[in-house]
């Protein structure tokens, strides 16, 4: 057990630190002797502690290169080609500056760039002053990996005149769709007539102050701004959850185990210039919400009543602190969904309601064919300060526990285990929790840099629910929830259901406060060096396999609406890849447990005459379509068409059940929440898992007995 309370305080550390968002950064005066000792404490520490031991070379210099390029211009707004090409010389050389400690890219970066934005500072007012006209047909490609840097200013011209004549449109659809609300008597201007409007003019002006803002915010990132990102960059290219981060203000640092973010609940990272949501914490206010989802893009955040600000483009310390504030207070957001549809969303803030993050439970099914338990798992969690004081605190085992408990009381037949949405957690639960399903043994490996293995095992042989099991799990399963679904379905103990994969996160990250870390001839004092947070273990299956890339590969695949979704290890830049070590051995469960192959086929039947399986089909299949359209219309005709094509496609998914009506409605009162069996009445998932479980309780035998 000290292995697993070592192993797990590590992960606590990784836990309060994988957001990356503190509301509050304590400025740092640029040093150039503290950025030298930091180049190389990186260039010694990040080959000498990372889990795969790469030498930082041409070729890792390359990959920091390419991170570093997107991140000072993620959307290819301000960069020529001749700017990218002068930087280019620098790719294959961060190694040699970092460990020389000489670094000319982020200052030569910072200064090609601060003279673009100049430049275009330049060409907004012509460009406003000249006006658009918005009939004239134009298009605009929105996704920047598709687009090349422009050749010269005059493109570049050309693609700031389509982005200001976007933002004008939109404006003005919005102002015009907010009158049509609050007026039913208004009337549209004809489209030959729009320019001459106030409610062009007013979008114009709005857009114009927004762009200034804008740009002056980008002007006055510090010298100091640029070298954390430069660092982060290097960091990134050896796997994308180890990071460089700057120095943080203890004051401000109230991010949590859950990795929540005080206000609204919402787990959020960097993306190519966007802030991405990455899962929503259970109970908190985003989730009692219900709109705010994960993979979302956060364009831009107004309080109630005020102004919107652009946060593209913006820091993620910076963008957070608008999404913040006091309890109670609302907030708005306008996302843009992964199909591309864009949705304005008021979230009232909140605390997170913590008993909406525990364990629930609840029968399911209650006729002749005998009764169906059903346990949601949120995450692993564990109160770890009552455990430090040497108290009984909360955790996710014991709930667990007791529910099983209660629910075999209640005289179950069969129990379904949903892990769906559980981002991990507790590594040390993951082990107990399996336990209570298992007589003991293996359940996951952890590997370190330098190829030591060892193996946690559940060391308690009591079994506390032996019958039929099934297991629920999604693209946002991740980490410890990843790790209970591969034990379970290696000993055979579980039938686990899901979409094509989990998330794939199999690694776990130390944080490494370079202030501790000092070579002994850096004796001087210097301000605060940061923090380094660097993968150094890896988990295994006892079958083997990694989790990581691949994640869990369910036994029943079944549609998904996040199937058309890139999310997942497998779509993150750099990586670490799939592999293998020794299967530790194991033997198989030999109590109540499904047949796979038979399961496979009764699904497959069940599944292909389900209507709301077909529509989860349809929708996702629609919502591809959708999301790989990113050339958009810049014309109010082709604006219209899009509009009505995103509202039509909503309506449709609101009345297919898969978002809610408030959503297309824009209703802006917290929606009523609804108890456990209303929220899984309708659920295709759970409908086939309680399909399968009718071998077990309609024939009074047990799966096991089933051939």
Known sequence: MRTLRSVFSLLIIVSLTTATAWANIKPVEFDAARNRLIAYMLSHQLPAQHYSQVPFDDELSKKAFDLYLRQLDPRKRFLLQSDVDELGAFSEHIDDELRRGRMVLPDAGMQILDERIRQVQAMLEPIMKDGFDPNREDYLESDPKKITWAAGREELRDRWRRVLKLQVLDEYLNSVEKKKKEDKQFREPAAREITSTEIWKTAKETVRKRNVNYLNRLLRESRQDHYNRYFDAVARAFDPHTNYMPPTSKEDFDIHMSGS????????????????VVRIIPGSAAERQGQLQ??????????????????????????VSYIRGPKGTEVILTVQKPDGVKQVIPIVRDVVQIEETYVKSTVLKDDQEGKIGYIRIPSF?????????????????????SELVRLKKEGIKGL?????????GALTDAVDISGLFLPGGPVVQVKNSQGMIRVLEDEDAQVVYDGPLIVLVNQFSASASEILAAALQDYGRALIIGGKHT??????????????????????????????KVTIQKFYRINGGSTQYKGVEPDIVVPSMFDYLKTGEKNMDNSLPWDTVEDVGHNRWQGNRFEVGKSRLQSKLWIAMNKKFQEIKEESAKAKVRREQTRVAVFLAGMQKERAEADRARKEAAAAGFIDQDAVQGAEDEKEKKSLDEELAGDPFVGVALFLMDDV???????GDVK
């Open 261 to 276: 973010l005080e206000g609204i609940g919402a787990l959020l990272r960097e993306d190519d210039g966007h802030i991405k």
């Open 294 to 319: 994960a993979e979302d893009i956060i364009l831009a955040v107004a309080e109630k009543g005020g102004e919107p600000v652009e946060i593209s483009e913006m820091r993620i310390r910076e963008a």
């Open 381 to 401: 969690y564990r109160d770890f300060s009552a455990t430090r004081d040497n108290g009984k605190g909360r955790n996710v085992t014991d709930d667990t526990r």
């Open 416 to 424: 379904i285990l949903d892990l769906r949405n559980n981002g991990g």
């Open 503 to 532: 998330h794939g996160k199999g690694t776990v990250q130390a944080l490494v406060d370079l202030n501790r870390n000092l070579p002994l001839l850096h004796l001087k004092k210097y301000e605060d060096l940061g923090a380094l």
């Open 697 to 703: 309780a309609g024939s009074g035998k047990t799966v």
